[in-house]
């Protein structure tokens, strides 16, 4: 015990002396600290910088100097008095006139005569150089027809007025209310009944999410994110019904107030590309019913359609024109479009309406901007289910670098022209060329959309001296330097002889319609090579929908149409509506496009051109055939102006994909599209006999037939599973010029380059159809040559036969207005 006591006074003695060491240092630091300070506050340490040098100051009496100062004024004032003379009132007058020009161009677009507006809307959107003031005052100044009009011109988007409130978003939730509630305006429809309970449930509230899902902390929530989605597609269903069914649903959404709905979705999705896509189709419906023009403005979607026309989707783009267009009333050459209808080219205001219409059709599983893109370079299996697209950008890019590899398609000749011409040298390559893509996606979606992503350019050759194809090899070396030569962009000569890469197998072409064979000679299989690197080597872009940006080129005055529509190949990925899923019959489809080509004056006084892929080729017959039927003249006109009728891999006589056992249907669960294409069907039967009946019955203006067949079998799923989706006994159609290709059924509407054979088959019918109504039309008008010299002597002017003295003094009276509002302008 006395020796634990022992211990216990040890330890404290210890601590206590610690302690009072610790003290006893901090003290003599804290003491340290103040000797120095006090010792500092002694000593000016400013005497360090007696070296450093100071400005100096000179202080002068102001009124010593003032009057010399206004005298060197005065001398600078009547040096530059004779230049200010001449430059100051020609600059303050040209400034005034930058400015009042605008606003009396705006006053004529608004109150001039129809040629004066459209005039003056065009120098209106070409005008750039006004403050950002002066164009919201503009902006202020223009009504809802010169607001539509100048978004169209493709002006400067200041020129219109932000929405209400734009920098302000609301709640998901609050967005999703607003479409239930345009959902429950449209209850009474069935569809519509249908569309709020799968997406709100019986209850008609809107749903939390169950399970799991509410673990999810995501902002914005994924559950409404999807519910959102489902009601906006439900919307667009809705409001693409054909006839007065679809006109009331656009007019209770507009009454209701739904573009300012629309609105706060755009807003809150300005970077979903999904979502933009359905709120533009939305817009894009609505914009069909007539006399909405003044709505879309006051609710600020003028603005908004603008900023889409320079959006780097093209789909937005052509959604947006679509839209543009149809609220356009004082275009004289534009034209109303119906859901569905995509008006490829032209886009924009035009100065007189199109030559000729080429409407695009596409299959199963296809669309716009998929079936008709060039093709690609690494295809992807098709899935059996059809899995869709979604979330992918086709953002326009460009490159002009060039690089070479290997490649396997296209055949180039080279003549040795110091030989004769009875025994010439050939020596023969394959190799194809391919561009750089124009539109790319985000990476993360390339799986997804089935397009794989494109490389630099790519060329390269293998040699092949006899018919047995070798494998690639550059081991010789004039394979070697030809490779070289190229790589270093040398441009091949015309004495190089380029086939075309899908030059058909086989081609089966009908003599008695009178016309230059296609394959005889073999010159419209080929093109000299200093041609052929004009487009394929330096164009340096991948096109996702080439009709819409190779025809104009050729044909710049041609109409370009694309049709869609969505289809499945099995029931259990169908989506939308059960009227989309068990009424999507061949006839009633084909019923709906009639009457929205009709609405958009398809082959009225101009001749038609149909391209058709697959299914779309049935849909095209359907048409045609129903057309002739219909006692209306418009519609029937559709069909009689049909020039030319292009069916890529078209099943005639149906599939035999499409023929499934019976537990195998049972499991599979073919949609209708695939129930209809079964082979020899007797629908497809009959509905190809009526077809060539009734093109029979136009005359000798029939159109003529061109048949492109698949000669290398489809890859279907990731089983690679190799089949021939139409085999060649189904597409032959017993008419007109048919072509066995090397493409499968995917790649038969993607051609290569613009120097393919699909492609310039189709240019050489479009030139034929351009040929033949210039023919007719110069018959027609040499048929009476009495009349032709009255015309001659006479002047037309707007349907009344004027004197020549009458048509000149026209002619001096409208100069003279001309030049009035031109002074009036600078006035």
Request: charged share 25%; net charge neutral; glycine share 6%.
């Amino acid at each position: 015990m006395k020796r634990n006591m022992q211990i216990e006074y040890k330890k404290c003695t210890k601590l206590f002396s610690g302690c009072g060491v610790a003290s006893l240092l901090g003290v003599l630091s804290y003491e340290a600290y103040r000797t120095y300070a006090a010792l500092s506050s002694l000593v000016d340490t400013r005497v360090l910088d007696i070296d450093r040098k100071r400005p100096d100051y000179i202080y002068i009496k102001h009124h010593i100097y003032r009057q010399s100062l206004r005298e060197r004024a005065l001398d600078a004032e009547n040096q530059h008095r004779l230049l200010n003379i001449v430059v100051q009132p020609f600059e303050k007058w040209w400034k005034a006139l930058k400015h009042s020009v605008a606003w009396r161009l705006l006053r004529i677009a608004q109150q001039g005569d129809q040629a004066e507006r459209l005039k003056a809307i065009h120098q209106l959107a070409q005008i750039d150089h006004l403050k950002d003031w002066d164009f919201r005052h503009l902006a202020q100044l223009c009504d809802y027809q010169t607001a539509i009009s100048l978004a169209r011109s493709n002006c400067d988007t200041r020129w219109f007025l932000p929405p209400r409130h734009y920098g302000v978003e609301r709640q998901m939730r609050e967005v999703l209310v607003d479409m239930k509630s345009l959902l429950e305006l449209l209850s009474p429809h069935k569809c519509a009944a249908y569309a709020l309970e799968q997406t709100f449930g019986s209850s008609g509230h809107i749903r939390e999410p169950d399970g799991d899902e509410v673990t999810y902390q995501m902002s914005p929530s994924r559950f409404e994110y999807d519910q959102l989605k489902q009601a906006l597609s439900a919307l667009v269903h809705l409001t693409g019904l054909v006839g007065a069914e679809g006109t009331q649903h656009c007019r209770r959404i507009v009454d209701a107030g739904g573009l300012l709905m629309l609105l706060e979705a755009e807003k809150l999705f300005r970077g979903d590309i999904d979502m933009k896509l359905l709120i533009s189709r939305l817009v894009a419906n609505l914009s069909a019913c007539e006399g909405l023009g003044y709505e879309f403005y006051a609710s600020g979607w003028i603005g908004i359609l603008a900023r889409w026309k320079r959006d780097v989707d093209m789909r937005m783009q052509v959604t947006a024109d679509l839209t543009l267009e149809n609220l356009d009333q004082d275009d004289p050459n534009g034209f109303r479009y119906a859901p569905k209808v995509y008006p490829l080219h032209p886009r924009g205001r035009q100065q007189a309406k199109p030559a000729l219409d080429v409407v695009f059709v596409h299959g199963l599983l296809g669309g716009v901007f998929v079936t008709w893109r060039q093709k690609d370079l690494k295809p992807q299996a098709a899935s059996l289910l059809g899995k869709k697209h979604k979330d992918v950008h086709l953002v326009s890019t460009s490159s002009s670098s060039l690089s070479s590899s290997t490649a396997d398609h296209a055949t180039m000749e080279q003549t040795d022209e110091t030989h004769s011409t009875t025994s010439p040298r050939h020596r023969w390559y394959q190799g194809w060329s391919a561009k750089k893509s124009s539109f790319e996606e985000h990476p993360v979606d390339r799986a997804e959309e089935g397009i794989a992503p494109y490389k630099d350019e790519l060329l390269t050759f293998q040699e092949q001296t006899t018919a047995v194809p070798r494998d690639p090899s550059i081991s010789d070396t004039e394979t070697k330097e030809l490779i070289e030569a190229l790589q270093q962009e040398e441009p091949l000569g015309s004495d190089w002889t380029v086939v075309y890469p899908d030059v058909p197998l086989a081609a089966d072409e009908d003599a008695r319609s009178g016309k230059r064979s296609a394959t005889a000679d073999g010159a419209a299989c080929s093109v000299q090579g200093d041609q052929w690197l004009q487009e394929p080597l330096d164009a340096g872009q991948r096109s996702f929908c080439w009709p819409m940006e190779w025809l104009p080129k050729d044909f710049p005055r041609i109409r370009v149409l694309g049709l869609d529509y969505e289809s499945s190949l099995s029931q259990w990925s169908a989506t939308g509506c059960p009227c989309e899923k068990y009424d999507g019959k061949l006839r009633k489809r084909a019923a709906e496009f009639l009457e929205k080509l009709a609405t958009s004056d398809v082959g009225q006084d101009r001749p038609v051109i149909w391209v058709g892929h697959s299914m779309g080729g049935l849909l095209i017959k359907s048409i045609m055939v129903q057309a002739l039927e219909s006692p209306n003249p418009r519609v029937r006109r559709i069909a009689e102006n049909s020039r030319v009728v292009m069916f890529l891999g078209t099943p005639h006589r149906g599939s035999g994909v499409a023929k499934l056992k019976q537990h195998t249907s049972a499991l599979v669960w073919p949609s209708v599209e695939v129930q209809e294409l079964e082979e020899n069907s007797t629908q497809l039967l009959h509905l190809n006999k009526t077809f060539l009946r009734s093109i029979e019955g136009i005359g000798p203006r029939k159109p003529e037939i061109i048949t492109l067949c698949e000669g290398r079998a489809t890859v279907l799923t990731s089983f690679k599973l190799a089949i021939h989706v139409v085999p060649e006994s189904s597409a032959r159609i017993d008419a007109g010029d048919f072509y066995l290709t090397s493409e499968d059924h995917l790649n038969l509407s993607k051609p290569m380059c613009r120097q393919s054979f699909l492609y310039q088959r189709l240019v050489g019918a479009i030139q034929d159809a351009m040929r033949q109504t210039g023919a007719e039309a110069a018959k027609l008008a040499a048929s009476t040559p009495t009349q032709q010299h009255q015309q001659q002597q006479q002047h037309i002017f707007h349907g009344t036969k004027k004197s020549t003295t009458t048509s000149a003094l026209s002619g001096l009276y409208t100069q003279l207005k001309q030049f009035e509002q031109l002074m009036n302008v600078f006035l």
